[in-house]
């Protein structure tokens, strides 16, 4: 669930939970509201949220107990500190929703900016573009399987926001995908060139794109490098193979960049629509992912370009 709001020429949101009536008690104190704005920002255990907001420690666990109960944070880590163990807390959906009455069909509101960019993936409301994603059967010279499906299904749903019906996607493996598919159609790619050989064949054609030699990401506007892992990127351009047709291609160097790539098309869309900061013409991003809660999983990105 999410809150949305319009402000000029930007949307807003954060995410939601719902709360029953009797729980709103639980924020009533201005103290368990400050605890939230911080827990809103990153994992915090007790004794540090005591020391931040320079009250006494029992104070902010009889808070944090009421807060935890009615699932509004949740332990995100534990860590020893001294002998004791403290857990971590994090508020990941830091907005709350009475409802009073059941949910109804709403007209969805877009912003212009947005949907010029995803043209002409979608046109007057219908998918106009073949998905494709890496194969999970081991393929390509490295033999390597995708397990970037789960992405896709991340990108159909969003794609879907801006669509006047729900359609069947057009999805096909990389290894089902062929040249002629490539020249006649739109294309969305998911998958760095390892694990989605679509992505290699247009690969050098790019403004951003990924090294040969060492799959790290390149940026012939920046003259930049990035090697990790977690970098991802996302570039809008046209089909090298037809240039009545369009590329969009959301990946990273591995698993873990494409993820990256893929939390910054749903998080940071509205950046992704402004272009590269070098060119804004040019609508290549690229990103960086973040593990802020660490527990091993990208949740968050930072934008490199």
């Not at 368990?32 to 994992?43: D, W």
């Not at 240039?243 to 969009?248: D, F, G, P, R, W």
């Amino acid at each position: 669930m999410f809150v949305v709001e319009k402000k000029k020429n930007e949307m807003l949101s954060l995410p939601a939970q719902e709360i029953r009536a009797e729980h709103a008690k639980s924020f009533s104190s201005e103290l368990a509201i400050r605890i939230m704005r911080l827990l809103a920002k990153k994992p915090m255990y007790p004794l540090e949220l005591a020391r931040e907001l320079k009250v006494h420690e029992q104070k902010i666990y009889y808070h944090v107990r009421n807060l935890e109960r009615i699932n509004a944070i949740k332990v995100v880590k534990l860590e020893e500190h001294k002998g004791a163990v403290a857990k971590y807390y994090f508020a990941d959906r830091p907005a709350f929703v009475i409802k009073l009455k059941d949910m109804v069909p709403s007209q969805k509101i877009q912003l212009k900016s947005e949907s010029l960019f995803l043209e002409p993936f979608i046109r007057d409301g219908q998918l106009n573009a073949l998905i494709v994603v890496g194969s999970p059967d081991p393929h390509g010279p490295e033999k390597a399987r995708s397990r970037d499906g789960y992405y896709g299904m991340d990108l159909a749903l969003f794609l879907g926001t801006f669509l006047n019906y729900v359609p069947n996607f057009y999805v096909k493996l990389d290894t089902e995908t062929t040249d002629d598919d490539i020249r006649k159609n739109n294309i969305i790619l998911i998958g760095g060139p390892i694990v989605n050989r679509v992505t290699e064949k247009v690969n050098s054609r790019l403004p951003v794109r990924f090294d040969s030699n060492s799959w790290s990401i390149k940026s012939a506007l920046s003259a930049k490098s990035y090697p990790a892992d977690e970098a991802g990127l996302v570039v809008k351009a046209k089909n090298p193979f037809n240039a009545e047709k369009s590329i969009l291609l959301v990946a990273g160097k591995r698993y873990s960049g494409t993820r990256a790539a893929i939390i910054a098309f749903l998080k940071n869309f509205k950046s992704i629509t402004e272009g590269n900061i070098h060119n804004r013409k040019i609508k290549a991003k690229v990103f960086e992912g973040v593990d802020l809660d660490s527990d091993g999983i990208i949740d968050a990105v930072e934008e490199r370009e």
